[in-house]
């Protein structure tokens, strides 16, 4: 499962948590986590890396919106999430975005 979904009681928000597996990742030593959610920042902190090689982080998204992200791998190669709610054309490149709705 890519990511984790839950939805807060006391505000509307869910908590989200992003994975990217060790397949996906290839041999990278730090995966970002990049998107609407942080206007496309790049020198965000990079997500944290498991024993088993996958990559991680949550964060905190406000619900009933649809967020593009992707991940950056070693600051140089964009990886869509495989298993994203959906993908929509990337308006500078003729790849896709990955999104995710909460």
């Not at 509307?12 to 986590?33: R, S």
């Not at 790049?42 to 991940?71: C, E, W």
Request: with cysteine; charged share 25%; hydrophobic share 35%.
């Amino acid at each position: 499962m890519p990511f984790k979904k839950t939805y807060l009681k006391s505000k509307p928000e869910c908590k989200v948590t992003f994975k990217i597996t060790a397949e996906q990742a290839g041999n990278a030593e730090q995966v970002k986590l990049i998107g609407e959610f942080n206007d496309w920042a790049t020198d965000v902190s990079p997500m944290r890396r498991l024993k088993s090689g996958d990559f991680t982080q949550t964060i905190n998204l406000p619900a009933n919106h649809k967020y593009a992200f992707r991940y950056l791998i070693n600051d140089t190669t964009w990886e869509n999430d495989w298993q994203a709610d959906e993908y929509q054309p990337n308006e500078l490149t003729f790849d896709e975005n990955s999104v995710i709705a909460v």
